[in-house]
């Protein structure tokens, strides 16, 4: 038996008892008065921003606005105008070059600030992390209190991959100085419409 076989038999035969998850009651878990400006204060204070809107008009016109500009532009949000499909097979050094990039959130998080994204949302997993400007649209319908309530909302095996993201890129690794779009987007705008 070689000594690989050896270590998985012995991992194989000193693995723990499998318990079931704890049931939590939502009901005990946090709440809060204001849901919007829970949400809104917790974002600004991991460095990104929100933006209320009753309606998308104003948002549309920026991003025409971009384009017009020759920013390249990355839009995967469908009440926006035209979703760009064409993304799914670029390289990292293809979507380098991307500007801003327009994506649809399914849930907001109160409690942390963050946005559950599904892989067909982003169209390329890479494209909320290598993107410099980052816009997600959510629904002001669509922000729940704790991840508690959000992981009962989502379906996590419904598609190969998605993330919870929450504010820009940032690091504070050297001297405990914090450093934003040090690894990823430059800045995170969250448009809530309703």
Same mark, same amino acid.
């Given at each position: 038996?070689?000594?690989?076989?050896?270590?998985?038999?012995?991992?194989?035969?000193?693995?723990?008892?499998?318990?079931?998850?704890? %049931? @939590?009651? /939502?009901?005990?878990?946090?709440?809060?008065?204001? $849901? !919007?400006?829970?949400?809104?204060?917790? &974002?600004?204070?991991?460095?990104?921003?929100?933006?209320?809107?009753?309606?998308?008009?104003?948002?549309?016109?920026?991003?025409?606005?971009?384009?017009?500009?020759?920013?390249?532009?990355?839009?995967?949000?469908?009440?926006?105008?035209?979703?760009?499909?064409?993304?799914?097979?670029?390289?990292?050094?293809?979507?380098?070059?991307?500007?801003?990039?327009?994506?649809?959130?399914?849930?907001?998080?109160?409690?942390?600030? %963050? @946005?559950? /994204?599904?892989?067909?949302?982003?169209?390329?997993? $890479? !494209?909320?992390?290598?993107?410099?400007? &980052?816009?997600?649209?959510?629904?002001?319908?669509?922000?729940?209190?704790?991840?508690?309530?959000?992981?009962?909302?989502?379906?996590?095996?419904?598609?190969?991959?998605?993330?919870?993201?929450?504010?820009?890129?940032?690091?504070?690794?050297?001297?405990?100085?914090?450093?934003?779009?040090?690894?990823?987007?430059?800045?995170?705008?969250?448009?809530?419409?309703?």
């Amino acid at each position: 038996m070689s000594a690989r076989e050896t270590i998985l038999k012995a991992i194989t035969a000193n693995k723990p008892t499998l318990v079931d998850l704890p %049931a @939590i009651d /939502l009901a005990d878990v946090i709440q809060y008065t204001d $849901l !919007l400006q829970q949400y809104k204060t917790v &974002l600004q204070s991991i460095g990104g921003g929100t933006v209320e809107l009753q309606d998308l008009n104003s948002l549309k016109e920026e991003l025409e606005i971009k384009k017009a500009n020759g920013d390249f532009v990355v839009n995967r949000v469908a009440s926006l105008g035209e979703v760009e499909d064409s993304i799914e097979h670029l390289t990292a050094t293809d979507l380098a070059a991307v500007d801003t990039a327009y994506l649809q959130g399914t849930i907001a998080v109160a409690e942390n600030g %963050a @946005i559950w /994204l599904y892989e067909s949302q982003m169209g390329n997993r $890479l !494209l909320p992390f290598i993107c410099q400007h &980052l816009v997600i649209v959510i629904e002001k319908k669509k922000i729940v209190p704790t991840m508690h309530h959000a992981y009962q909302q989502i379906e996590n095996a419904k598609e190969g991959f998605g993330v919870f993201l929450a504010g820009p890129s940032k690091t504070a690794d050297i001297e405990q100085s914090l450093v934003i779009g040090a690894h990823g987007a430059r800045s995170l705008i969250v448009y809530i419409v309703g």
